[in-house]
């Protein structure tokens, strides 16, 4: 399932929207001006990483400090050892789309 999460020039780069499909809770990041889709909560601990911030193209958990890769979901120091879901992003007709599968 393809859906707009946003429009195109909606977020500057570092910035991120929370997002809800069908239940998850997906988190929309600006990275160095690409978009990147990741699950809203760290894998570690069940902390919302909207609280975090970005810095390149990772998104760092403010509560334990680590790391994750927004290409491709994967934490890059401890605790965290499990990696984040991510989703396909693309930009279409002044809109950013994400896919998700269900």
Not at 3 to 13: F, G, N, R, Y
Not at 39 to 49: K, N, P, W
Not at 74 to 82: G, R
Request: hydrophobic letters at 35%; aromatic letters at 8%.
């Amino acid at each position: 399932m393809r859906i707009a999460v946003a429009a195109e020039d909606e977020l500057k780069t570092g910035q991120m929207k929370r997002v809800s499909i069908d239940g998850k809770r997906l988190l929309l990041v600006n990275a160095e001006g690409q978009y990147y889709c990741v699950d809203e909560m760290c894998s570690h601990e069940e902390f919302s990483l909207y609280f975090g911030c970005i810095q390149g193209k990772r998104i760092k958990c403010s509560l334990h400090g680590s790391y994750f890769n927004l290409e491709n979901g994967q934490p890059l120091n401890d605790p965290a050892d499990c990696p984040l879901q991510t989703y396909s992003v693309c930009v279409a007709d002044a809109q950013v789309w994400v896919e998700t599968t269900t």
